[in-house]
């Protein structure tokens, strides 16, 4: 099949998500020759608008190519993209493209994608929370809503108890911190594994302070408690705690991902499939940790496309150690654009046999959704932020 034509499309909707960025997605459409459509799905919480314009950019160098010769597709982008290839925006549009062009393969082939990257690993897919802590502040509400996830079957949750603080902290921000860690401890109890999120957003010594206070709750992971680009930091984080690292989101290519395995700095990787290089990237990255003897929790934190493909993926691998969801906390209209296919159920999702990514799209609603790019910009809070605990 021939591509025949890359178009991106911006959705949103009344009903918002967990925080501005989680109100929107950002899906592309590849239509072949024969009029198949294949749906990918890039990152939100960026420039809505550049990234609208980088798939613009991409179709410039697909359309007209072959869907199967999906190595080739990606080699083709970087060969027109290579100067800008460190771009985000770049990296999030190939990847949307890539998702569309494996949703395509498998529905010519009649087969899911699990079943084109070698077969099920696991039956069903361990998952996390993230995005339930929306609006809460006090300890008390963090831990009556953790309450509430281990009654749902979840036996893992990830939130981020820092609040507004940014590169440092102090005495008050550390104490807050740990009275919300501290609650959803003793809320959970000890089988449930409680992930610490720091969005990337301190400096090392403000986190290595971090773990010395929190370390003692048994997190699962600490999760990129430094800025990503900060190597001197994370060194410096590694020789100073005992924590589980975990880092990954903002990976958007092979190359980096290994540069990060080689320095020995992360136990688990979190790579994004809408940002890494779509499927084609997100495997060899797996494959990769494998050999590290590094775990791997994909991150999964936009829409239903990716998280359908995300849980395909994370299927598959023999070094999955959860998967992230938000699935219970988008905004509905997220899971009726997927028919609600990949529920959660006792903590787990379900791996569907779909032709594809493993989902059909809602057409319909998608018409209804659909919105301008230009009127989607994250004006007024930090993309980090989970809303109501911006305060
Ligand atoms: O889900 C995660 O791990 C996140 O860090 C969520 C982020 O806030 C989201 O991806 C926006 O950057
Ligand atoms: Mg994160």
Redesign the pocket.
């Known amino acids: 099949m021939k591509i025949r034509e890359i178009s991106p499309i911006v959705l949103t909707s009344k009903e918002g998500g967990s925080a501005t960025w989680a109100s929107t997605m950002i899906l592309v459409r590849v239509v072949t020759s024969d009029g198949t459509t294949g749906y990918g799905e890039a990152v939100p919480t960026l420039r809505v608008s550049q990234v609208f314009r980088a798939v613009e950019q991409v179709a410039k160098s697909l359309v007209g190519k072959d869907v199967e010769r999906l190595e080739r597709n990606y080699h083709d982008w970087y060969l027109q993209d290579f100067y800008l290839s460190r771009s985000f925006e770049s990296a999030t549009a190939i990847s949307a493209v890539d998702i569309a062009l494996w949703d395509l393969v498998g529905k010519e082939l009649g087969a899911p994608l699990h079943l084109l990257l070698g077969g099920k690993f696991r039956d069903s897919v361990p998952v996390y929370a993230n995005g339930w802590y929306r609006d809460c502040i006090t300890p008390e509400q963090f831990a009556e809503r953790a309450k509430e996830l281990v009654r749902k079957g979840y036996k893992g949750l990830k939130f981020d108890p820092f609040g507004r603080y940014f590169d440092w902290i102090d005495e008050k921000g550390l104490r807050e911190a740990e009275e919300r860690v501290k609650a959803v401890r003793e809320a959970v109890g000890d089988e449930v594994e409680i992930m610490i999120?720091h969005?990337g957003r301190f400096n090392a010594n403000s986190s290595v302070e971090i773990a010395r206070r929190l370390g003692k709750y048994n997190p699962l992971f600490m999760?990129?408690p430094v800025h990503h680009e900060d190597v001197e930091g994370y060194r410096k984080y590694r020789r100073s705690t005992n924590v589980r690292i975990a880092l990954g989101?903002r990976l958007i290519s092979l190359k980096e991902a290994l540069f990060y395995l080689r320095e020995g700095l992360m136990d688990v990787i979190q790579p994004d499939v809408t940002n890494v290089g779509g499927v084609t990237v997100a495997r060899k990255v797996c494959a990769l940790a494998e050999a590290f003897g590094v775990e791997v929790a994909f991150?999964n934190a936009f829409g239903s496309v990716q998280n359908a493909v995300s849980v395909q993926l994370a299927s598959v691998i023999p070094n999955l150690l959860l998967l992230e969801s938000f699935y219970d906390w988008f905004p509905s209209w997220k899971r009726d654009l997927i028919f609600n296919e990949t529920v959660v159920e006792d903590g787990h999702a379900k791996v569907t046999g779909r032709a594809g990514i493993g989902v059909s799209i809602n057409e319909k609603l998608l018409e209804e959704l659909e919105a301008d790019p230009k009127t989607l910009e994250v004006k007024e809070e930090p993309v980090w932020v989970v809303q109501g605990t911006w305060k």
């Open positions: 999120e969005h999760e990129e989101e991150h």
